[in-house]
Nanobody, 122 residues
């Protein structure tokens, strides 16, 4: 069983910074991509940032230039450095592991963390 554990959420003032971390544990052979999604109240879950095993990154337009995603393939961890936070960044942030294999011939599947709350408020 693969498990994703997130940490680093909290309350921050506008313009502040937070760093989210996610660690995937369990019997893991490979992970194609890891990323962060968020869901604000009354809104759909949306991609924030994603990074592949080859270090290709994708960012939502709303966070480009403010957020940076990084990954340690050997440790199966992914971090999200969030700077210049805005009120509209308030949401529950979910870690995602995409196309995970637990063995070389095993089928791929995606996994989600439980979510961590980020609140930007003055």
């Amino acid at each position: 069983q693969v498990r994703l554990v997130e940490s680093g959420g909290g309350l921050v003032q506008p313009g502040g910074s937070l760093r989210l971390s996610c660690a995937a544990s369990g019997s893991i052979f490979s992970i194609y991509a890891m990323g962060w999604y968020r869901q604000a109240p009354g809104k759909q879950r949306e991609l924030v940032a994603r990074i592949t095993s080859g270090d290709t990154t994708n960012y939502a337009d709303s966070v480009k230039g403010r957020f940076t995603i990084s990954r340690d393939n050997a440790k199966n961890t992914v971090d999200l450095q969030m700077n210049s936070l805005k009120l509209e960044d308030t949401a529950v942030y979910y870690c995602n592991a995409e196309r995970v294999r637990i063995c070389v011939i095993c089928p791929e599947r995606d996994y989600w963390g439980q979510g961590t709350q980020v609140t930007v408020s003055s």
